[in-house]
Nanobody, 118 residues
Framework: QVQLVESGGGLVHTGGSLRLSCAAS????????VGWFRQTPGKEREFVAD????????TYAVSVKGRFTVSRDNAKNMVYLEMNSLKPEDTAVYYC???????????WGQGTQVTVSS
């Protein structure tokens, strides 16, 4: 069992930065890839970025590549999403997820709101 809690969301102006954190509990977290997703009302949840269990492999959505950076600290059971050059279209609730089973993430956090004003 893994429990995830996101934090770090807030309101920023266009071009600003935020750092989201995902705090995890559970022994298996350190061996799990972790993904970041986002969702706005009326839209499907979309992939943002993910990171392999040891941090060696990261992937990003085209829309955030070059602006967002995902990292992790397994000693602290933490995963981070550094978001720079934020745009209004980045406004969403951001979720972290872990525990891949059958190609799908099993555990999800409650989300943290990011709002980028123009």
């Amino acid at each position: 069992q893994v429990q995830l809690v996101e934090s770090g969301g807030g309101l920023v102006h266009t071009g600003g930065s935020l750092r989201l954190s995902c705090a995890a509990s559970g022994r298996t977290f350190s061996y799990s890839p972790v993904g970041w997703f986002r969702q706005t009302p009326g839209k499907e949840r979309e992939f943002v970025a993910d990171i392999s269990w040891n941090g060696g492999i990261t992937t990003y959505a085209v829309s955030v590549k070059g602006r967002f950076t995902v990292s992790r600290d397994n000693a602290k059971n933490m995963v981070y999403l550094e978001m720079n050059s934020l745009k209004p279209e980045d406004t969403a609730v951001y979720y972290c997820a872990a525990g891949v089973v059958g190609g799908r993430y099993t555990y999800w956090g409650q989300g943290t709101q990011v709002t980028v004003s123009s």
